[in-house]
């Protein structure tokens, strides 16, 4: 089940030889809470670059961590997948360089990704709103949800539990969200080494993390511009029950979900230093501005990646079907927005499977892969 909860105090833990910084998360009010750290129980620590990663001690702490009332994510990462980054990392920050570890670390800790999204209040929508509101919560706090509404009612229901609220500044097409301004606000107000636009009716699981930190490892020196997307799952009459836990989710998707189709693309997630400033005035919930995300990314060269291996993408198909945005007023909005700026515009070489590399997981290790052969209509012309 997911709870509510909030982000903690930095703890320093002296062990034999190391410092380690511990990162943690928990669900009660809790100023100083005692904690038993146990041998081999996952936890979430920062590295020097405070990237949070997952740690496994070899000796129970001399700290008292109480191992009962750590709540990390990292407690449902299953430590065995990624052995390889936690190894390496490690040895890292084993070195003796506590003072700057320290330093670097009072300026705050950076999470991985902040995720967020915007929808407007239907009675049709509460219980998708109430799973996503749970769900996206249960990532903290190496995920940083984030709700862009100027409903108060949807903003009160948001923070309370947990989610940051921004007003939207900017929208088109009959009150659709322009999505760049959205972006640029979030890397304003929010520090995190990836940001994310998702629909709202899109759950995700600590497999989203564990791809993330992947991405992140594959290439450490990367400062290029990445883009992530990839297929979701559509799932008919989700319910809160099932949409309670990551595992949960996993296996009503296994027995009766659906990979949705290449045209689809529900997710965006950039680097933070992606160019959201240049990219035009499409709006979200309205036909091809995906594609055209990907289609754009691929010609400009960035690093654009298909993560449907390695990302679990639950979409909560309703009675409204799978082409909601067709339905909106305005539908062909971003269409006519991007005919006049790039007169034609080729979308089918945005499809997920247009996109050169690839996650993948083998032997619980995700790698970054090249795809051989594309199919023709993706071909830059
Ligand atoms: C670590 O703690 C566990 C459970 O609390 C205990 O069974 C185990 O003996 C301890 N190991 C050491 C090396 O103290
Ligand atoms: C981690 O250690 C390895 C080997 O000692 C080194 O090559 C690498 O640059 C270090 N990484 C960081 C982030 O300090
Ligand atoms: C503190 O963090 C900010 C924003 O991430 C960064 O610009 C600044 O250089 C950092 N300061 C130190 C001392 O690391
Ligand atoms: C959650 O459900 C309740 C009714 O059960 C509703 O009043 C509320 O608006 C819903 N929240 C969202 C964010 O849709
Ligand atoms: C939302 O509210 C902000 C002020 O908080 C305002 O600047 C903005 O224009 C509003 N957005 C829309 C789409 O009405
Ligand atoms: C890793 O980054 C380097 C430097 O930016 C780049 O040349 C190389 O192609 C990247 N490799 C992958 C697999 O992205
Ligand atoms: C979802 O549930 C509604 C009843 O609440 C039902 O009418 C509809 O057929 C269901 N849809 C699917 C695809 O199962
Ligand atoms: C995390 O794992 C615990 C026990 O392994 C389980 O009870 C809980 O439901 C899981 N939480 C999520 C969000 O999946």
Same mark, same amino acid.
């Not at 009150?175 to 979030?186: Q, S």
């Not at 107000?189 to 699981?205: E, G, R, V, W």
């Not at 949960?248 to 659906?258: D, H, N, W, Y």
């Given at each position: 089940? !997911? ?11 002296? !062990?034999?030889?190391? !410092? ?50 750590? %709540?990390?994510? $990292?407690?449902?990462?299953?430590? /065995? ?11 890292? @920050? ?5 003072? #700057? ?18 929808? =407007? ?15 996206? @919560? ?9 709700? !862009? ?9 948001? /923070?309370?539990?947990? &989610? %940051?609220?921004?007003?939207? =500044?900017? $929208? ?50 990367? *400062? ?12 008919? *009459? ?7 836990? &990551? =595992? ?28 959201? %400033? ?13 594609? &055209? ?77 090249? #795809? ?10």
């Amino acid at each position: 089940m !997911f709870r509510s909860g909030r982000l903690t105090n930095v703890w320093l833990l002296s !062990f034999p030889c190391i !410092f380690v910084y511990l990162y943690l998360y928990h669900e009660q009010l809790n100023t100083h809470a005692t904690y038993k750290f146990k041998r081999g129980n996952p936890t979430i620590i920062c590295n020097n670059n405070l990237a949070p990663m997952v740690f496994s001690s070899k000796e129970n702490g001399t700290s008292q961590f109480h191992n009962s009332n750590i %709540k990390t994510v $990292a407690t449902n990462l299953s430590l /065995s997948k990624i052995p390889a980054l936690v190894v390496k990392k490690f040895h890292n @920050i084993t070195k003796p360089r506590t003072k #700057r570890v320290k330093k670097k670390f009072k300026n705050g800790t950076r999470p991985l990704l902040t995720l967020f999204t915007t929808w =407007r209040e239907s009675k049709d929508k509460y219980t998708v709103h109430n799973i996503t509101l749970l769900n996206w @919560i249960s990532l903290r706090p190496l995920i940083v949800p984030v709700v !862009f509404t100027n409903e108060t009612s949807t903003a009160e229901q948001c /923070s309370q539990k947990g &989610w %940051k609220v921004l007003p939207v =500044r900017a $929208a088109a097409a009959k009150g659709a969200p322009v999505l760049k301004y959205m972006y640029l606000d979030v890397m304003k107000q929010f520090d995190s080494k990836f940001y994310a636009f998702a629909n709202s009716d899109i759950l995700f699981t600590d497999k989203l993390v564990e791809t993330l930190l992947a991405v992140l490892k594959e290439n450490s020196t990367f *400062n290029g511009h990445t883009l992530i997307v990839g297929k979701r799952t559509n799932v008919n *009459n989700l319910t809160e029950s099932e949409g309670s836990s &990551w =595992r949960g989710l996993e296996s009503v998707s296994k027995k009766r979900g659906m990979l949705f189709a290449t045209y689809a693309e529900d997710y965006f997630i950039t680097s933070a230093s992606y160019p959201w %400033k240049d990219i035009p005035d499409i709006v979200i919930g309205r036909k091809a501005y995906d594609n &055209w995300l990907v289609l754009n990314a691929r010609r400009m060269k960035y690093r654009v990646l298909d993560a449907t291996e390695t990302i679990l993408a639950v979409h909560q198909t309703t009675n409204a079907g799978n082409f909601e945005g067709q339905k909106n007023p305005d539908a062909d909005y971003n269409m006519k927005l991007l005919v006049k700026l790039y007169k034609k515009v080729q979308y089918a070489a945005g499809y997920t499977e247009c996109v050169e590399l690839f996650t993948k997981k083998d032997k619980n290790k995700i790698s970054i892969t090249r #795809r051989l052969k594309l199919e023709k209509h993706c071909n830059l012309k």
